[in-house]
């Protein structure tokens, strides 16, 4: 089973930006927190990852709390294309494969 | 584009067929992971090949078996298809026998008639 919860579906307006929580509250230590988005019929695509740090890349910034019990996915300037089902995943260093859960459904809206 | 390709993009078979499904690997990665996407859901992981070995398996039946190549391609193998094995097949390639960031093909659509 996924170790995640997330939202089923958020909304957000196009230019502003997307905050997509994920709770994760039996994290060990270990755990990465990963995140990946899957456009419709297509293959997930990555887009960050951390540990316990922030972190930000082009696509988004990844905010985790200090207790590692929660994040959040920033998408800073939404846009239409960022319409996706989002997963939040963990795993550590020694799982072989990711656990997916239902994730969330953004619509971005114009 | 993450360099994984799957091919054929969309197949249609029927019950108590066979299925071969191929994936190439980015270059670089030596583990292949497949995973299976029921309509409305999450992928779910079948298996793992790491330098031409199983490494690691879901919940699935035997019936569902898989190759990896001296070139790290893969192959995924489905006997006596059923209805329910429609699905979305995803491969993903990664390095460190899947430790590390796994980046997914664009998937194969499998229809069961």
């Known amino acids: 089973d996924a170790k995640t919860t997330q939202p089923p579906s958020m909304d957000c307006a196009e230019g502003r930006a997307a905050n997509l929580p994920c709770n994760h509250s039996t994290i060990s230590g270990n755990e990465y927190v990963y995140w990946y988005r899957q456009i419709h019929s297509q293959g997930p695509q990555y887009i960050i990852h951390g540990l316990k740090n922030n972190e930000t890349n082009e696509m988004a910034s990844l905010i985790i709390t200090e207790d590692r019990k929660s994040s959040t996915l920033i998408l800073p300037h939404a846009t239409l294309r960022d319409t996706a089902v989002y997963y939040c995943?963990?795993?550590?260093?020694?799982?072989?494969?990711?656990?997916f859960g239902p994730g969330t459904r953004l619509s971005v809206l114009p | 584009e993450t360099g994984v390709t799957q091919s054929p993009t969309h197949l249609i078979k029927t019950r108590g067929q066979q299925v071969t499904l191929r994936c190439s690997s980015q270059?670089?990665?030596?583990?292949v992971s497949w995973y299976q996407q029921a309509l409305g859901q999450g992928p779910q992981f079948i298996f793992q090949y790491y330098r031409e070995e199983e490494n690691g398996r879901g919940n699935f039946p035997p019936r569902f078996s898989g190759l990896q190549f001296p070139n790290y391609s893969s192959e995924l193998n489905v006997n006596a298809l059923e209805l329910d094995d429609s699905a979305l097949y995803l491969c993903a390639s990664s390095s460190l026998a899947g430790k590390d960031t796994q980046y997914f093909g664009p998937g194969t659509r499998l229809t069961v008639l």
């Open positions: 995943i963990v795993k550590d260093n020694y799982g072989q494969n990711f656990v």
């Open positions: 270059s670089g990665h030596n583990t």
